[in-house]
């Protein structure tokens, strides 16, 4: 089946360290992007990628770190320097430039403690 | 930058009413797309639009690209308990600097009392 895939569904990190978020699409699809959630909060952008190799920051992507070595994957680090890292990711994926309708994940959660 | 504000934040109706809810940008947007959300799970598409005034539904939901290209509305007839949930506007802005980037609301929460 095609999708988007985000693991872990939970994850549980100290405060300090470093953590790497997993996303993998097999839609073939061009342009992958992060999104950071807050309890009764919008979808943030923190990074997006239209081609394998180019990212671009999004809205808040401070602490943040990303790569796109391969086009089906995407992973998100969430660095020491991020603030307040607690929240749902959503890692969302779409064809390109023309087809505008992005598909997402099914999201994780990570809790910094 | 691009900002989009969607309204109201939160809805509480009976079911069987219908809802409506709208989001605008501060800048003209190229398309507007509708997700819906269900608590812990990732939004899944609605609806697309890509031509200012366009009308499009999908069963008994109804969405609309403004005339100005700087709003954008989703109406949902006859509400469902299932209808619960979060729906959020997204969009893209015209312009090099938007290429890709796409942005969303910040969502309204809807509540159907059977």
């Known amino acids: 089946d095609g999708g988007i895939t985000q693991s872990p569904k939970y994850l549980f990190r100290k405060e300090g360290q470093n953590v790497t978020l997993s996303c993998e699409q097999n839609?073939?699809?061009?342009?992958m992007y992060w999104y950071r959630q807050d309890p009764g909060q919008g979808l943030r952008l923190i990074y997006y990628?239209?081609?394998?190799?180019?990212?671009q920051k999004g809205d808040i992507a401070e602490g943040y770190s990303v790569s796109r070595e391969k086009k089906e994957s995407f992973p998100l680090t969430v660095t020491s320097a991020q603030k307040n890292p607690t929240a749902f990711y959503l890692c969302a994926s779409r064809r390109g430039d023309v087809e505008m309708e992005a598909f997402f994940g099914q999201g994780t959660r990570l809790t910094v403690v | 930058g691009q900002q989009l504000n969607q309204s109201p934040q939160s809805m509480f109706i009976q079911e069987g009413e219908d809802v409506s809810m709208n989001c605008t940008s501060s800048s003209i947007f190229n398309t507007w797309l509708w997700y819906k959300q269900d608590p812990g799970e990732g939004p899944v598409l609605l609806i697309a639009?890509?031509?200012?005034?366009e009308l499009t539904s999908n069963g008994r939901l109804t969405a609309q690209f403004g005339i100005t290209r700087k709003d954008s509305f989703l109406n949902i007839s006859a509400s469902i308990p299932s209808d619960v949930g979060i729906y959020f506007c997204a969009g893209q802005g015209i312009g090099s600097s938007n290429t890709g980037k796409l942005i969303f609301g910040q969502g309204t929460t809807l509540q159907v009392k059977p």
């Open positions: 639009l890509y031509k200012a005034g």
């Open positions: 839609l073939n699809h061009d342009a």
């Open positions: 990628s239209q081609i394998v190799n180019d990212f």
